[in-house]
C-alpha cells in the first residue's frame, strides 16, 4: 500500500476579491497576475517600495477570488500592507477561514484516488471538495480545506510536520521568519529561478529595484540549501565561513528545521553567490555543527 502522510502546516491565506481585484494585486506583487487561473498556482513576492520583501507566496485562485499562501509573519506583514492601500480599489481583502496541509506521497495515485483528480496534464491547482489541492511536485502537495472539512480519510495526520518542512527546504522553497522581513530583495531568495518575477508586466511596488538587480547585475546574495549533522536541537541565525585559519560571517539563516530522528539540521541561507560549493561552514551560536551546501534543485542563471 501507497504510504501517504499529512502535516498541518503554519500557513496563513490572505483572500483577496472585488471588482478590481487582479489589476490592484498585479501592481503590488512581483507576478503577472493575468497568469494566475483556476489551473496553477505561482509564486511572487510582495516587495516595500525599496524593493525588500515583505512576503513569498503562492498564488492561486479558488471560487472568484486570489489566494496568497505565505508563512504566518509573512502573510500578517502583507495582509497589513495589502489593506493600506487597498482602500483606494474596489477589492476586499482579509484572512481566509483556512488549514494548510502539506502531503508527502510514495506514489501521486494516492492524491487521486483521494480526491478524484487528474494529475496528468500540465495543471498544478485543482478545485476538490472544500477546497484547493496544489501540486508542487510528483510527491509533494499542499491541501488548503475550508468549511472546518480536514482531509481525506484514506490519508494519515502526523503530529511532526518536520518532514514536509525538510522537504520544502530540500525543494529551495523560500520562506521568511519575522526576523528577516524587509531585509532581502526577491532574487537573494532564488525567487526569479521559481519563476516568481515577472520582468515584463507593468509597474508595482518595489520594481524599480528588482529590475536594477537583474539588469545592472547588482545583486551579489543568493539562497543555499546547508545541512550538518547536531545531537541535539538547534535554533541558528548565522553561518560562518572559514577562510584559512579565520572564521568569518557566511550568510543568514532564513529557514530551518531539526530532524529528531536523523539529527540532521537543514536551513535555508542567503550568502553571497559566489560562495563556493565545497566551503567550510558551520553554525555560528552551535560551532560544533559543520554545514555543507547541498545541491539546488534549479538554475540561477538567468532565462
Known amino acids: 500500500m501507497s504510504i501517504a502522510r499529512a502535516f498541518k502546516l503554519p500557513l496563513r491565506i490572505i483572500r483577496i476579491s472585488g471588482q478590481d481585484k487582479l489589476s490592484y494585486l498585479h501592481g503590488q506583487v512581483t507576478q503577472d497576475i493575468n497568469l ?157 529561478a521559481l519563476d516568481g518575477i515577472s520582468f515584463k508586466k507593468g509597474c508595482y511596488t518595489g520594481q524599480e529595484t528588482v529590475a536594477r538587480m537583474r539588469y545592472l547585475g547588482k545583486n551579489k546574495r543568493a539562497m543555499y540549501i546547508v545541512s550538518g549533522s547536531a545531537s541535539q536541537h538547534i535554533e541558528e541565525t548565522d553561518i560562518e565561513l572559514q577562510i584559512e585559519d579565520n572564521w568569518r560571517r557566511g550568510g543568514k539563516i532564513i529557514h530551518q528545521t531539526f530532524d529528531g530522528n536523523t539529527n540532521q539540521f537543514y536551513a535555508l541561507a542567503v550568502m553571497p553567490n559566489d560562495t563556493p560549493a565545497h566551503a567550510t561552514l558551520r553554525a555560528k551560536n552551535s560551532p560544533e555543527v559543520d554545514l555543507t551546501i547541498q545541491p539546488l534543485p534549479y538554475s540561477l542563471e538567468d532565462n
Open 36 to 192: 494566475i487561473k483556476d489551473d496553477n498556482f505561482m509564486w511572487s513576492g510582495h516587495c516595500s517600495p525599496k524593493g525588500k520583501l515583505w512576503a513569498v507566496s503562492r498564488i492561486t485562485r479558488f471560487e472568484d477570488e486570489y489566494l496568497m499562501i505565505a508563512s504566518e509573519a509573512e502573510a500578517e506583514t502583507s495582509l497589513r500592507e495589502l489593506k493600506k492601500y487597498g482602500v483606494f480599489a474596489k477589492v476586499e481583502i482579509d484572512f481566509a477561514e483556512c488549514e494548510a496541509y502539506g502531503l508527502l506521497v510514495e506514489d501521486s495515485q494516492t492524491i487521486k484516488d483521494a480526491f478524484d483528480v487528474n494529475l496528468d496534464t500540465n495543471a498544478t491547482a485543482f478545485d476538490v471538495e472544500n477546497g484547493k489541492l496544489l501540486k508542487l511536485d510528483a510527491h509533494r502537495f499542499i491541501l488548503l480545506s475550508f468549511n472546518n472539512a480536514g482531509i481525506p480519510a484514506s490519508l494519515s495526520l502526523e503530529a511532526d510536520s518536520t518532514p514536509f518542512i525538510t522537504s520544502s527546504i530540500l525543494a529551495g522553497e523560500p520562506a521568511l521568519s519575522s526576523e528577516h522581513l524587509d531585509e532581502f530583495v526577491p532574487q537573494m531568495v532564488n525567487l526569479q
